[in-house]
Each structure stands twice: as structure tokens, then as C-alpha cells.
């Protein structure tokens, strides 16, 4: 498979910061956009997005960084860079969101610095899923009394 990019054109980046903000916050995280995270190196880093949750005894972080409409000869680098400041920053949870078609071996480093690579199709089905269902109106059910006569 080629690397290609969509068919729909240039990504609306605020969009989809949005989608994927609000689902993190439906599911408990706190989200904060251009988190700026002192590294171990003494290096500052600023991520696209920094979603925390406490679960009472775990304290649950990830970044997430956004590549959209970068172009296909560039995510490999963005990969590469984002796994090492994430690394840096002691952040293990890593998700990169893409805009593009990849091929084998992007996939593979990401794999092998461990950062999850969500498409957009991805971030629409979760942002379905996770909308809010309205409540189920129960249906009026024929009250039938029998009497010892039927």
C-alpha cells in the first residue's frame, strides 16, 4: 500500500483536536492543549494535547501530537521526534494522529518507538460511538387483568 493522502482534502486541524478532546473527556481524562512537559534532559516539550486521569491509585498520562496535512515523506521523522520527547518527558502512552495512508514500514516504527497511530476514520468511529444514546422511552404496554370468569 502506497502512502497517499485523503481524498478530502486539507484536515481541519481544530476540528478533530476538538473530537478527540471531547472523547477523552467523556472519558474521564482531563485534557489540556499545548501542554508544555520539563523533560528529564531539562528540556521543555510541548505536545499537542495531554490527557490525565486519576484512578485513584494510578495516575494515567497521555500525549498526543497531531500530523495532518504534513505530508507522507515527513511522518517518519514526526514519529521518530514525538517518541523521543515523549520519552523524554517519562510519558509512555503515546498516540500520533494521521491524516494519511501508511505503508508497512512507517507502521513498524511506530510500533518499535511505541506510539499509537490513529487515522481519522478511527477518531470519527470513536466520537460515534461515544456520543451520548437518548434515553429509551419505555412503550406502554395493554394492561390486561384477568378475573377467575375468563
Known amino acids: 500500500m502506497s502512502m497517499q493522502r485523503n481524498d478530502t482534502g486539507p484536515t481541519n486541524r481544530l476540528e478533530i483536536e476538538d473530537k478527540v478532546a471531547n472523547y477523552l473527556q467523556l472519558e474521564g481524562y482531563h485534557v489540556t492543549k499545548s501542554a508544555k512537559i520539563i523533560g528529564q534532559s531539562g528540556v521543555g516539550h510541548v505536545f499537542d494535547m495531554l490527557a490525565e486521569a486519576d484512578d485513584y491509585l494510578i495516575h494515567n498520562t497521555i500525549v498526543i501530537s497531531f500530523a495532518l496535512n504534513s505530508g507522507k515523506d ?19 502512552q ?38 451520548p444514546e437518548p434515553p429509551a422511552v419505555p412503550a406502554k404496554e395493554k394492561l390486561v387483568i384477568e378475573t377467575k370468569e375468563q
Open 74 to 92: 515527513l511522518l517518519g521523522s514526526i514519529i521518530f521526534n514525538f517518541s523521543n520527547q515523549a520519552y523524554d518527558a517519562g510519558i509512555n
Open 94 to 131: 503515546r498516540i500520533l494522529v494521521i491524516d494519511e495512508e501508511i505503508d508497512r514500514k512507517v507502521k513498524d516504527l511506530a510500533r518499535q518507538k511505541r506510539v499509537r497511530l490513529i487515522d481519522l476514520k478511527q477518531i470519527e468511529s470513536l466520537t460515534k460511538s461515544s456520543a
